[in-house]
């Protein structure tokens, strides 16, 4: 079935560096893909999203390109904050109410 | 305009006891799914409701149950508790059952000892 895998955690960065998540999906259709932000003690808030190949979903500095040719969906930031410390999830849905998810990253800012 | 709202924020119960935790969804949103996520990995999808029916499930057994109401608010069920259903309860809305996009909830802490 469809699945996601993320890269695995923890990572570690000082403020103003640049971050990558690696995530890769397995659809057997077209998902939309998706990036979701949990802080400590809060659910799921969706940082961005595509819905098709090549789309590029981009919020708060964050961006991510549907990559159907390398089946990848990697988050990017070019300079991250103390703020931006959480744990990031990559999804897929396939428009049913069953969205995979990834194990989740855990990435820690420090200033 | 609120958004998803679940309820308890936490919950402790004992082996062998039964739980219902509550979820209102998203104003528009008539679709409503229910995820479980344990401790250090990602959601897990529970079943979704649509119309006052489920509509899809995971995998998970039948001690875990739910409902949806006419005003598209919805309860999940889990009976005969396990230590091993402890986990955050999410919940999460959309439009309908095909719109992939879904909002969650902050979530039900269960705590079973």
């Known amino acids: 079935g469809d699945s996601v895998t993320q890269m695995e955690g923890p990572v570690t960065l000082s403020e103003e560096a640049f971050l990558t998540i690696n995530c890769t999906y397995t659809?057997?259709?077209?998902?939309?893909l998706f990036w979701y932000v949990q802080y400590p003690g809060e659910g799921l808030q969706l940082l961005l999203k595509?819905?098709?190949?090549?789309d590029k979903g981009s919020n708060k500095g964050f961006e991510a390109t549907y990559r159907k040719e390398t089946t990848s969906f990697h988050l990017e930031k070019g300079s991250v904050q103390v703020s931006d410390s959480a744990v990031y999830f990559c999804?897929?849905?396939?428009?049913?109410?069953?969205?995979?998810f990834g194990a989740g990253t855990r990435l820690t800012v420090k200033p | 305009d609120a958004g998803v709202t679940q309820s308890p924020t936490h919950l402790i119960k004992t082996r062998g006891q039964q739980v219902t935790l509550r979820c209102s969804p998203k104003?528009?949103?008539?679709?409503v799914s229910w995820y479980q996520q344990a401790l250090g990995q990602g959601p897990q999808f529970i079943f979704q409701?649509?119309?006052?029916?489920?509509?899809q499930r995971g995998n998970f057994p039948d001690r875990f149950s739910g409902h949806q109401f006419p005003n598209y608010s919805s309860e999940l069920n889990v009976n005969a508790l396990l230590l091993g259903d402890s986990a955050l309860y999410l919940c999460?809305?959309?439009?309908?059952?095909?719109?992939?996009?879904?909002?969650f909830g902050p979530g039900t802490r269960l705590t079973v000892l």
């Open positions: 999804a897929l849905s396939d428009g049913g109410g069953d969205m995979r």
């Open positions: 104003s528009g949103h008539d679709t």
């Open positions: 409701y649509y119309e006052e029916e489920e509509r």
């Open positions: 999460a809305s959309s439009w309908d059952t095909t719109y992939n996009e879904q909002f």
């Open positions: 659809a057997t259709g077209y998902p939309s």
């Open positions: 595509a819905t098709k190949a090549d």
